[in-house]
């Protein structure tokens, strides 16, 4: 751990992103659970630092949807909303059917050239055994459809919707079946695609989310019970 004095000398944009990035792990690990309220001091105090990088990184999740000023005395981690999470996964699969449909229509060496990087690791490689490693490139995997499809403002908007839905996907990779499946449907849906087969591509990418999305919300409401449960330290 730094001492005081070198902690000082730390950029305050440097100290807010620290302190950013553990909020938003404590958040997506349920040690801060929704609902739960706190301090700017209390999370100054825990991280050895001044209220300044703690409300700016504050302002940075409230922005990205992830806590609340609570009636103007303190902060509250957003209950969790699952039709907001629904809303999210139903405009993500519009931009991602479309995406499969440009692609499709694209010529095969020209989707095929486009796409290498994500058939390397998801139908070439062997596979790793860290399920966070496989999350991460699964959102790589669905980013990089929709960027191959040319529109860069659906890429964009699709990003924006990724770093959204991430605190409750990530959890369809700690499971080892969930893994399995991931591996499967995506092969399927590449190979759909470098087929120009645009109607299957897109019920398979249909239903691989729709199932995603029925599995991870099991799975966090299973972890916001289990996490209500545990003795407080």
């Not at 079946?177 to 759909?192: C, F, G, K, N, S």
Request: charged letters at 35%; hydrophobic letters at 40%.
């Amino acid at each position: 751990m730094q001492t005081g004095p070198q902690r000082s000398k730390a950029r305050p944009e440097a100290l807010a992103e620290r302190v950013y990035q553990a909020l938003k792990n404590d958040i997506f690990d349920f040690r801060l659970m929704p609902g739960d309220r706190f301090s700017e001091s209390e999370i100054a105090e825990r991280m050895e630092v001044s209220r300044t990088p703690v409300r700016q990184a504050l302002f940075w999740l409230e922005r990205e949807g992830y806590v609340e000023v609570y009636f103007r005395s303190g902060w509250q981690v957003k209950p969790f909303d699952f039709e907001y999470f629904e809303e999210l996964y139903d405009l993500r699969i519009v931009l991602e059917r479309e995406a499969i449909r440009r692609l499709c229509a694209l010529p095969g060496e020209e989707c095929a050239a486009l796409l290498a990087e994500v058939k390397q690791f998801w139908i070439d490689d062997a596979r790793p055994d860290d399920g966070k490693t496989v999350s991460l490139h699964d959102e790589a995997f669905h980013m990089a459809l929709v960027a191959a499809a040319g529109n860069r403002e659906m890429a964009r908007i699709h990003a924006e919707l990724t770093e959204k839905i991430r605190i409750i996907r990530r959890l369809d990779f700690t499971r080892e079946d969930r893994v399995d499946a991931t591996y499967h449907e995506h092969a399927q849906i590449l190979r759909a695609v470098f087929q120009q087969r645009t109607e299957e591509a897109q019920r398979i990418l249909t239903d691989h989310i729709a199932i995603s999305r029925a599995e991870v919300r099991k799975i966090t409401l299973h972890m916001l019970q289990q996490a209500r449960l545990q003795p407080i330290e």
